[in-house]
């Protein structure tokens, strides 16, 4: 039997209850610099992949991550830091992309945000926020992803937030990142482009 290919939205629960969002929004000026909507078409197969990976029920019963709205976001945004991370360190070649998955994201944010009941007066600023979180995420793992007790140290404060978790499940989650991060470094940019996370 096939798999349905899973809805990218991130507020979507494990059972994918959440509706998929509606209607087209106004281009951005990063949209009219890049690209329209139409241009991230081919990157849906990557955020796809990086939204079913962070809805894994692993992270939230042996990693302890809080399985909330929240603790979803903030595994989907780690992962999305990483590949992130791996389009840097492509340079220039991959930016256009890196800038168009960034746009499904906020996206998807926009969405969510507009699900869970944000005002349209409020929902800008509540972007920018999960914007900020995802660039605080991308500068501490970049600093930190080489050294095992640092990156553990990040996992704490960018993953967990107020939730206090085991050690053990701390090194659940930074190793599993860890080994991310590993995977997505020897993929080729053509098929993570595609939607391949190793």
């Known amino acids: 039997m096939r798999r349905a290919t899973p809805d990218p939205n991130i507020r979507n629960c494990l059972t ?26 081919a990157l849906r197969p990557l ?7 962070g809805r894994d029920p ?16 903030d595994m989907v945004s780690a992962l999305l830091a990483l590949v992130l991370l791996r389009l840097e360190a492509e ?7 890196s800038v168009l998955l960034t746009e499904l994201f906020v996206d998807d944010m926009d969405s969510s945000l507009r699900e ?33 007790a640092g990156f553990e140290g990040s996992v ?17 989650v930074a190793e599993r990142l860890r080994r991310r991060h590993a995977a997505l470094a020897a993929v080729p940019l053509e098929r ?7």
């Open 16 to 41: 994918g209850a959440s509706r998929a969002p509606a209607g087209v929004p106004a281009l951005t000026l990063i949209q009219r610099l890049f690209g329209a909507p139409g241009d991230r078409l």
């Open 47 to 53: 955020y796809a992949a990086i939204v079913a990976e």
């Open 58 to 73: 692993a992270w939230y019963r042996e990693g302890g991550v809080p399985d909330t709205v929240e603790g979803r976001f």
């Open 91 to 97: 340079g220039r070649e991959a930016r256009r992309e």
């Open 116 to 148: 869970l009941g944000t005002g349209d007066m409020m929902v800008g600023k509540g972007i920018g926020k999960l914007m900020g979180a995802l660039a605080g995420r991308m500068a501490s793992f970049r600093e930190s992803l080489a050294d095992s």
């Open 156 to 172: 704490r404060r960018n993953v967990f937030r107020d939730a206090p978790p085991s050690e053990e499940a701390v090194r659940f």
């Open 192 to 198: 993570l482009l595609a939607g391949d996370l190793g």
